[in-house]
């Protein structure tokens, strides 16, 4: 059953998920968990540190184990690394678990927000050849969210006004997690 309480954010990389979370549960004062902080909090490594031990792979199994965890549907904000639409059990799971939220951000947006990055494995060597290949890969993959919010030129407080404006209309739609 959907949560109108429970907050996914999901998007690429850079598109601000982690700080714009933070910033939402604050205002909304509920808890907050990241799942790459909380992969982090449960392994003792870095995620840099798991791409190198157990490869791609071996990273999206313990994303999908947290995942699964974190959305036990507890009331909250939950912020998600942007591969976690990769496997199509996680979509299906945060669709019908929460208020799925897509960030966005134009991709000159997102270099300059990820200038200087060091923890995003994937993104390692020609960040802007890495970005604009995995732009493509990943086209439509975050569509299925129940709003999205271009965040290209916005800053950190305006995204969470605009975010909680939306959950206020929301709040008043029937919820579409029930079949009619
Ligand atoms: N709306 C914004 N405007 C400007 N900078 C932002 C914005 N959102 C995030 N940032 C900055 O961009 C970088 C990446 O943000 P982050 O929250 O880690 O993104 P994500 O979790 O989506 O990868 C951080 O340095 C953050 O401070
Ligand atoms: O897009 C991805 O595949 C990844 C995004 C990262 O999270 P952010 O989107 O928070 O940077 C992190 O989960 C990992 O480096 C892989
Ligand atoms: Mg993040």
Redesign the pocket.
Known sequence: MRQRNLII?I???????????KALADRLKLPLT?T?QEIERKTGKRISELFREFGEEGFRDLESQVLKQVLDGTPGVV?T??GVVLRPENVRLMKETGWVVA?H?SEE?IL???AG?AD?PLLLGDVRQRVSRLLNERRGLYDFAHVRVD?TG???A??VDKICRLAENEAFKPDRSRPS
């Open positions: 954010l998007g690429f990389m850079g598109t601000g998920k982690t700080t714009v979370g990241d790459d912020t690394g942007g960030l951000a947006e300059r927000r990820l990055t995003r965040t916005m800053t950190v305006e995204v």
